[in-house]
């Protein structure tokens, strides 16, 4: 059980930093799509850097907002999956025995060492044992909603700050340039890692990576040029 417990933190642990990881690549993609299409039709540093803190504002609230309302549509079913549990473990406990000796049966064990598994489970805690063998979850660590949105908001935040800074630091001549450059290698960067925490092929998942910030930054600097010659 203690291996299982460790697999278990350790998957959420990665879980948790790929999530992040991929909140600061929405975070960047999206502000560098935004503040490269505002410097298509302005030179104008204070446009850009109200058009920038709108978009890095407005995108942490939402992504915090998307997370909280989906952790917490999981969590309540999480939580309606306990209540059954406990309830079947009150009304029928012989039948619930049974099952997780079944399931600990088809992790490997033979028939006696499952049965003798199962009843000192059930004599320790009947309710964990059965939410970590038959539902996958530890009734002691529930997914907090407000953690998930705090995270997803904070990883935004940081992604959203490079092209932010990237755009109203340097001289006009620069800001483009530096802002274009610095968001590739940040993908590079977001792209690589998303990949080893997910054990994908790093190479694929660059280009990949790269070539959606490159398509985001080129739309919206098209529309902002024509904008901006429109006279808009
Ligand atoms: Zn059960």
Do not use: C
């Not at 489970?121 to 009947?126: G, P, S, V, W």
């Not at 530890?138 to 990237?166: E, K, Y």
Request: no cysteine; glycine share 10%; aromatic share 4%.
């Amino acid at each position: 059980m203690h291996d299982e417990a460790h697999e278990g933190t350790l998957g959420s642990r990665l879980n948790w930093l790929r999530a992040a990881v991929l909140g600061a690549n929405d975070g960047i993609v999206s502000t560098a799509g935004l503040v490269v299409g505002v410097a298509g039709a302005t030179d104008d540093r204070s446009a850009l850097l109200t058009a920038g803190l709108a978009g890095l504002l407005a995108g942490s609230m939402s992504m915090a907002a998307g997370e909280y309302v989906s952790v917490s549509t999981q969590l309540d079913s999480e939580k309606a999956a306990l209540a059954l549990e406990r309830r079947e473990l009150r009304e029928q406990p012989d039948a619930e025995l049974e099952e997780l000796t079944e399931l600990l049966e088809q992790r490997g064990l033979t028939r006696e060492v499952a049965r003798e598994a199962a009843e000192q489970l059930t004599e320790r805690d009947a309710l964990k044992a059965h939410a970590r063998v038959e539902l996958g979850i530890d009734p002691d660590d529930l997914t907090n909603p407000w953690h998930a949105a705090w995270a997803s908001f904070l990883s935004f935040t940081v992604g959203a700050l490079l092209p932010l800074l990237a755009i109203v630091l340097p001289p006009a001549a620069w800001r483009l340039g530096v802002t274009v450059l610095s968001v590739l290698a940040a993908l590079v960067l977001t792209g690589w890692l998303s990949a080893r925490l997910g054990s994908a092929n790093p190479g694929r998942a660059v280009l990949r990576n790269v070539g959606g910030g490159a398509l985001a930054m080129g739309v919206t600097y098209a529309a902002g040029v024509l904008l901006g010659a429109a006279g808009a």
